[in-house]
């Protein structure tokens, strides 16, 4: 059973839109959501994260939004630039350990 | 700094084979971290090493899959005999000592193809 479920699969939004990756979890020991994003031929980089006791947490055009008694939380983009285009993955860790949703490959159109 | 190298980049190899896959975390990261990524799947732990020790191998999948971190510095990840489940994409990454906040700093990874 998949610990992490991540949805659309794959997303294409025009530029200066606003892209909306959704995840899930079921495991209530995880401690810590990280979202990360990944280029064509190189390994997932950090992107922005979230602890469970906040809400929301902002940083540029990136915001997580995070429901603790849905057990879900969200990536939103805004003002999606060409240059946003990769796989982005949410993840959830516990004791040390990260699960990871299946990604979701995002396009932004000019 | 430099940060998380993995090689070879591609590895193309027949079903019984044997292959290597090495890791070089960022020097002074104590954790280390082998991930596997089949076919458009999740990005799926396999085993983290605290310096030269094992702390989890939960996930790796069977006995023809071996890590090891001599000396606590560079991973190798040794797959014999290969299969062709086991094609994928192997991650590395790795984290300071001490940091519970579950950065992680990945490598590019291996492509894994067995034929």
């Known amino acids: 059973q998949q610990q992490v479920k991540q949805s659309p699969q794959s997303l294409i939004v025009q530029k200066g839109g606003i892209s909306i990756i959704n995840c899930a979890y079921e495991?209530?020991?995880?401690?810590?959501f990280p979202w990360y994003q990944q280029f064509p031929g190189k390994g997932p980089a950090l992107l922005i994260a979230i602890r469970p006791d906040v809400s929301e947490k902002k940083e540029g055009r990136f915001t997580i939004s995070f429901n603790k008694s849905a057990k879900q939380f969200s990536l939103h983009i805004m003002d999606s630039q060409p240059g946003d285009s990769a796989t982005y993955f949410c993840a959830a860790r516990d004791a040390g350990k990260s699960t990871f949703g299946d990604g979701t490959t995002l396009t932004v159109k000019p | 700094e430099a940060g998380v190298t993995q090689f070879p980049s591609h590895s193309v190899i027949e079903k019984g084979q044997t292959v290597t896959l090495r890791c070089d975390p960022i020097s002074g990261h104590d954790n280390l971290y082998w991930y596997r990524r089949v076919m458009g799947k999740e990005i799926k732990f396999l085993l983290h090493f605290v310096k030269e020790s094992k702390q989890d191998e939960s996930g790796m999948p069977n006995n023809r899959f071996l890590a090891e971190r001599t000396g606590g510095t560079y991973s190798t990840l040794k797959v014999q005999p290969a299969e062709l489940e086991d094609s994928g994409v192997y991650f590395c990454a790795s984290s300071p000592a001490g940091l519970p906040t579950g950065k992680l700093f990945f490598g590019s990874g291996t492509q894994l193809s067995v034929l």
């Open positions: 495991n209530t020991a995880f401690d810590y």
